[in-house]
């Protein structure tokens, strides 16, 4: 076995942060490399390199321009960051990044014989195009799935890659539809944070029908679709009540708007340990996304003692048991997302706590953490310390 030098390359806080302390933990990483001016809890400051310029422009571009064109404009960043990668990298690294992020330094550590790490957060980015585009062309929507540009780079990124870490079977499969060998193709399902999010306290028998979703909402989310499933049960069940979050992508205002009537309950963007709370407060998560990499935000409803109600496009229906933990609907269908939403009402409103078959273990740092270790011995990669 040997050691290792790793550098883990991403503008902004992704699931990456997870790999880079597994790394950090086993003093096999050498760089850790943000556009941002605070680094990341768990990571050691010695290792990692900020640049907050990249940060403060793409700060500046969502508090002054709409979502989507900002989420362009910090695409656009990318060559730059890249740029400034490369500026640290030295020969004998492996490089761990995602789609577009870095693609001149992943030819570079190809080129001085390093191994290049991709964490595939998202579908393949063919799949994830063709899927959203569909979505547009349904509700009429004149605009691209994700920045031309962005996307351009995301699939390159993929010529210059060696392996790839699937979060879930939907990202891996999407992969192995397109060609790729099974053996460039790692699962490791991201981790939940167990000690912020666990079980709710007692549920109030009096306590209306809260269903909840915490994520942004837009059409690849499959938002028009839980409106529709939410209207269909608020005939149903008096008082019920929507949990939304207020991120909203401008491919869906107008569909908001039709749903005004709708007995919604919003709530900005909160931190982990007030988004905690409110999960905790709520019945039922559900998200009928259409194409994701690993819905983080439904793992975190799971551990919190809710089930959840997902597509099998969502990552996180690997960890459901149908009516056990929660229910997997098709994608576009909001009378099946309906009649799942009311199945675990009648479960629900009458037990203070709900018995649900969840692996926590699965869901754990600690998992992530073993998961990580086995595929560094793989690879023959071994702490400095021994």
């Known amino acids: ?41 768990g990571i050691r400051s010695e290792v990692t390199r900020l640049n907050p310029a990249i940060g403060l422009v793409a700060y500046g571009a969502a508090k002054t321009l709409p979502v989507t064109t900002a989420e362009s404009v910090r695409f656009a960043l990318n060559p730059w960051y890249d740029g400034w990668v490369l500026q640290h990298l030295r020969p004998g690294d492996h490089l761990l990044t995602s789609y ?80 790729f060998p099974a053996e460039k193709l790692i699962r490791i399902p991201y981790p939940t944070d167990l ?29 028009p679709y839980l409106l529709e499933a ?55 998560f559900v998200l009928p996304s259409l194409e994701e990499g690993m819905a ?16 099998p496009s969502t990552g996180s229906n690997d960890f459901v048991i149908h009516r056990q933990n929660g229910s997997i609907v098709p994608i576009r269908d909001p009378h099946a997302i309906a009649n799942e939403i009311l199945w675990w009402w009648d479960r629900v409103h009458d037990h203070e706590h709900l018995q649900l078959t969840i692996d926590r273990a699965a869901l754990s740092v600690e998992a992530f953490d073993r998961a990580c270790g086995e595929v560094l011995s793989k690879f023959g990669f071994e702490s400095p310390a021994g």
């Open 1 to 41: 076995m040997s050691s290792a030098s790793f550098v883990v390359a991403t503008p902004f806080r992704t699931a990456a942060d997870s790999y880079a302390r597994a790394l950090d933990s086993r003093r096999l990483l050498r760089r850790y490399i943000l556009g941002t001016r605070r680094g990341t809890p």
């Open 100 to 179: 577009g992020y870095a693609n001149r330094s992943l030819t570079w550590i190809g080129k001085h014989g390093g191994y290049r790490f991709l964490d595939a957060g998202n579908s393949h980015p063919e799949h994830f195009w063709s899927v959203v585009s569909e979505e547009h062309k349904i509700w009429k929507v004149n605009q691209t799935p994700i920045a031309r540009h962005q996307h351009a780079r995301a699939l390159k990124s993929l010529e210059h890659t060696d392996y790839f870490f699937c979060p879930s079977n939907h990202v891996l499969n999407s992969f192995k539809e397109r060609g």
């Open 195 to 223: 000690s912020r999010f666990a079980p709710k306290p007692v549920r109030p028998k009096d306590q209306p029908l809260r269903v909840i979703n915490t994520g942004l909402l837009c059409l690849r989310k499959g938002t």
């Open 230 to 284: 939410f209207r269909l049960v608020s005939r149903e069940v008096k008082n019920a009540e929507l949990w939304l979050t207020r991120i909203v992508f401008e491919d869906v205002n107008e569909i908001l708007r039709s749903y005004s009537d709708l007995n919604i309950n919003w709530a900005p963007a909160l931190p982990h340990h007030q988004l905690a709370q409110r999960m905790q407060a709520a019945d039922i």
């Open 296 to 311: 983080r935000t439904s793992l975190e409803a799971l551990a919190s003692g809710l089930p959840i109600i997902v597509t």
